[in-house]
C-alpha cells in the first residue's frame, strides 16, 4: 500500500490555472495505476482522471476533457493533476487516489486515499 500527500490546491478566479500534485511513499509507486478524485459539498465523490501504471494511458471525465491534464513520474512517486480554464462547477475537495487496476472510475475500486486539497473557483 501506498502512502498519498496531496498539495497544490486553494482558491483561484474563473479562468485561473492550478496543478495539483500527489506524492506517494511506502510500496512501489509504478505497481498502481493512480486517480483523481473530487467531492463537492453535498455531493458524491466523483472521478475526474485517472493514468495507467506506465503513464501511457490516461482518461478523464467528461467534465474535464480538454481541460485537466493527469500526468505521472515514476522516478519520482509522483502524480499531478494540471487544471486549466477553471470554474466555479471545478471546486472541490480533490483526492488522489491509486489502484492496483487499471482503467477504472468507481471510487470503490480504489484502494488508497489521501487526505484532500481545497480548490475554490470563485467566478
Known amino acids: 500500500q501506498v502512502q498519498l500527500v496531496e498539495s497544490g490546491g486553494g482558491p483561484v478566479q474563473a479562468g485561473d490555472s492550478l496543478r495539483l500534485s500527489c506524492a506517494a511513499s511506502?510500496?512501489?509507486?509504478?505497481?498502481?495505476?493512480m486517480g483523481w478524485f473530487r467531492q463537492a459539498p453535498g455531493l458524491e465523490r466523483e472521478f475526474v482522471a485517472g493514468?495507467?501504471?506506465?503513464?501511457?494511458?490516461?482518461y478523464y471525465a467528461d467534465s474535464v476533457k480538454g481541460r485537466f491534464t493527469i500526468s505521472r513520474d515514476n522516478a519520482k512517486n509522483t502524480v499531478n493533476l494540471q487544471m486549466n480554464s477553471l470554474k466555479p462547477e471545478d471546486t472541490a475537495v480533490y483526492y488522489c487516489?491509486?489502484?492496483?487496476?487499471?482503467?477504472?472510475?468507481?471510487?470503490?475500486?480504489?484502494?488508497?486515499w489521501g487526505q484532500g486539497t481545497q480548490v475554490t473557483v470563485s467566478s
Open positions: 493514468i495507467s501504471r506506465s503513464g501511457r494511458v490516461t
Open positions: 511506502g510500496r512501489t509507486f509504478s505497481a498502481y495505476a
Open positions: 487516489a491509486s489502484a492496483l487496476q487499471e482503467s477504472v472510475r468507481r471510487a470503490d475500486e480504489y484502494i488508497g
